[in-house]
């Protein structure tokens, strides 16, 4: 069920509904739990199977871990939930990526015949629902988390509609005790212990939500068209068409993501819940790991904690570290998906952070030099990072390695003709107008970063006026079909 289409707003309404008739918190969760399952069986089907599945798994597993004192026990316990999960996850997203790069071997060995690939559907949501029950276990395994207390507070976890399809990835420690404790009341500054649509988590999480719709549907979904014609078929055009389509799409999957983060944090807010942020502005980022603490920060994290610690992170040789941050994301590339062009992304990434990191240690002082202090030189660290980030974002946005390779060159030779631009921008209005639009909005909020608090603290009516801009905004460029978001394919 995709966020931007009247079906979600029908069955969120819904949701608040009953929630408030229901008002026993014990039943209330049982409530959220079904809607939850009918959310995803929306738009997964049978698929939802695998969905139960690995909570299942997961639930007994983490409870047998607690329990046994056997440390050779707990691990095997353990390396049975990777298994599980990592198992799963594989098999739905990789087997066929896999069984193409064995034919295309194959061809250079004269094998007589190919295999034939098994078209398996990829589910919705599993690359985040996988990786919230494999920290659940391994938190458990550290003696950093107790297990859930019943196997629907666990199901609820996992299964949370607003973040369940494409995250943000929520840490069991955080989301168990909320179904636990009693729930914040931000009108009152009380903790209730039933789930109350209260006026003021309900202003706040339809403000969330209606930047985040903005994000997507005014933003992405319009300055996307600019990418998509661009990437199309980019041989043959000049530098300044493939660059912008590169910062088009780059805002196309900034919007796109983010809206939809935005939506899943503010209608969980609205039933009660705190998500964490996933994005803080990441394209005034001064350094590839600035980036990276800015954008998707639960994916990121989740990274540090479950991947890039475990190997060591900066704990030994300067050698090993970089080695460590060029695997992390070489996997966290292959994560967003099965196809070189993810590697790729995940490859220039591990680049980038190796060398920032190999910098500082040749140059400690760069860390503390009055230059990188002073305004202008944040600004040139911004251009320079955005610079590279958004050289990554071509092989992200172009499978094919002719368009790839073609994009990258022109994108780096920066051989603009002068004679090209005016008819470009002239043939683009809507997009390229939006573009400084997003560009100055995203400013301003970067300069004021209070904005949202304010816009809440609106008196009704001028609020509503606000909230009005917003609909009538996306509205007037709404073509009638809502596109998926991007990382629905993740």
Do not use: C
């Not at 939850?36 to 007994?60: G, K, R």
């Not at 500054?189 to 903005?214: E, H, P, S, V, Y």
């Not at 000049?238 to 999957?253: K, V």
Request: zero cysteines; aromatic letters at 20%; glycine letters at 6%.
């Amino acid at each position: 069920m995709l966020f931007n289409t009247i079906d979600f707003v029908i069955f969120f309404v819904l949701v608040i509904t009953l929630i408030s008739i229901i008002k026993v918190r014990k039943f209330q969760h049982i409530f959220l739990l079904i809607s939850s399952y009918f959310f995803f069986y929306y738009s997964s089907n049978y698929l939802v199977i695998l969905l139960i599945a690995s909570t299942l798994l997961d639930y007994y597993i983490g409870r047998q871990i607690w329990i046994t004192k056997n440390k050779t026990k707990k691990k095997y316990l353990l390396t049975l939930s990777l298994a599980g999960n990592l198992g799963l996850l594989g098999f739905f997203k990789y087997t066929d990526f896999a069984i193409t790069q064995l034919n295309i071997f194959g061809t250079y060995i004269d094998l007589s015949s190919e295999i034939p690939l098994l078209d398996l559907a990829l589910p919705i949501g599993i690359s985040f629902y996988t990786f919230q029950t494999i920290s659940y276990t391994v938190d458990i395994y550290r003696g950093k988390l107790t297990p859930s207390k019943t196997l629907k507070e666990f199901a609820l976890f996992v299964s949370f509609f607003p973040q369940l399809v494409a995250g943000p990835i929520v840490r069991a420690k955080d989301f168990l005790p909320q179904l636990r404790e009693k729930i914040d009341n931000l009108e009152t500054g009380t903790k209730l212990r039933q789930i109350i649509i209260n006026d003021a988590n309900l202003k706040f999480g339809i403000t969330l939500m209606a930047f985040g719709f903005l994000k997507k549907m005014f933003f992405a979904d319009n300055i996307g068209l600019l990418a998509n014609e661009v990437f199309a078929y980019p041989i043959g055009l000049d530098s300044f068409s493939i660059f912008m389509g590169t910062i088009a799409f780059g805002i196309q999957i900034y919007g796109d993501f983010s809206g939809y983060s935005d939506i899943a944090i503010g209608a969980a807010l609205i039933l009660g819940f705190k998500i964490p942020r996933n994005f803080n502005k990441p394209y005034f980022a001064t350094s590839p790991s600035d980036f990276w603490n800015r954008w998707h920060i639960s994916l990121s994290s989740w990274l540090r904690d479950y991947l890039y610690i475990p190997l060591g992170g900066n704990r030994r040789s300067h050698y090993r570290t970089y080695f460590n941050l060029f695997a992390v994301m070489f996997l966290g590339g292959l994560w967003h998906g099965a196809s070189w062009n993810f590697v790729i992304w995940g490859i220039l990434h591990g680049g980038y952070l190796a060398i920032h990191r190999m910098l500082l240690n040749k140059f400690p002082h760069l860390k503390i030099h009055p230059f990188f202090k002073s305004r202008i030189g944040k600004i040139i660290s911004i251009l320079i990072t955005q610079y590279f980030v958004f050289l990554a974002w071509i092989p992200f946005r172009v499978s094919n390695t002719d368009y790839m390779l073609y994009s990258i060159e022109k994108y780096v030779l920066f051989d603009f003709q002068t004679s090209n631009i005016l008819p470009f921008l002239s043939s683009h209005k809507l997009p390229v107008a939006l573009m400084l639009l997003f560009f100055l909005l995203h400013f301003l909020v970067f300069m004021k970063p209070n904005t949202l608090k304010k816009i809440v603290s609106l008196k009704l009516r001028y609020w509503t006026i606000f909230l009005i801009i917003i609909l009538s905004s996306i509205v007037f460029f709404y073509d009638g079909n809502p596109s998926d978001f991007i990382y629905f394919r993740f």
